[in-house]
């Protein structure tokens, strides 16, 4: 199975960016398709699509996020950071059969 | 707007079976492919099983492979998840999610997720 590597936990203050990191133990990508994704996760609620193949934001998601990456190093950016931001964010790649996550990093405010 | 209800959740003991419903609305079900994807406690996300539009073809993470069966009725909207032999490592939420599907092809990118049945198996 691919495994997917994140920092648990990462603390930004209110109006700054936060970038958070997400790596595969093997390339998740297949020619220009990066096939790795971006859930949203708050405390006691259902994940949420943010970003999917990559850099594509998924419907209803505010441009302050992004994302980037391709092969095995993916990241997450959230700037500027909002108080609604806080939650835990899961990385997944669907290159392979398991799909697999990311064991998600904490968005703490500093 | 996109709604996914689960229901069917609750205690079981281990070695029971229990089976999970999903009922749908908002989309067109049928072109869909849907899933199930489970979080233990303070646990992370993991995929557990995928199935097609038609219902034709089925995907499992090895852990559940022979004892668990996801199946769709298009005509009801609804999915299942059948779970037999359960073990004490099967206790989790489990979601039920619509996979971002442009061709109503496979993608294991879930771009809808319900509110989630608990499952906790327990003597």
């Known amino acids: 199975d691919i495994v997917l590597t994140q920092s648990p936990a990462l603390a930004v203050s209110l109006g700054q960016r936060a970038t958070i990191s997400c790596r595969a133990s093997q390339s998740v990508s297949i020619s220009r398709y990066n096939l790795m994704h971006w859930y949203q996760q708050k405390p006691g609620q259902q994940p949420k699509l943010l970003i999917y193949?990559?850099?594509n934001l998924a419907s209803g998601i505010p441009a302050r996020f992004s994302g980037s990456g391709s092969g095995t190093d993916f990241t997450l950016t959230i700037n500027p950071v909002q108080a609604d931001d806080i939650a835990t964010y899961y990385c997944q790649q669907s290159r392979e059969s398991p799909p697999t996550f990311g064991g998600g990093t904490k968005l703490e405010l500093k | 707007e996109v709604q996914l209800v689960e229901s069917g959740g609750g205690l079981v003991q281990p070695g029971r079976s229990m089976k999970l419903s999903c009922a749908a609305s908002g989309f067109t079900f049928s072109s869909f492919p849907m899933a199930w994807v489970r979080q233990a406690p303070t646990k992370g996300l993991e995929w557990v099983a995928t199935?097609?539009?038609?219902?034709?073809?089925?995907y499992y993470r090895d852990s559940v492979k022979g004892r668990f069966t996801i199946s769709r009725d298009n005509a009801k909207s609804t999915l299942y998840l059948q779970m037999n032999s359960l073990r004490s490592e099967d206790t989790a939420t489990y979601y039920c999610t619509r996979e971002r599907a442009p061709i109503a092809a496979i993608s294991y990118v879930m771009d809808a997720w319900g509110q989630g049945a608990s499952v906790t198996v327990s003597s």
């Open positions: 193949r990559a850099s």
């Open positions: 199935i097609s539009t038609s219902g034709g073809s089925t």
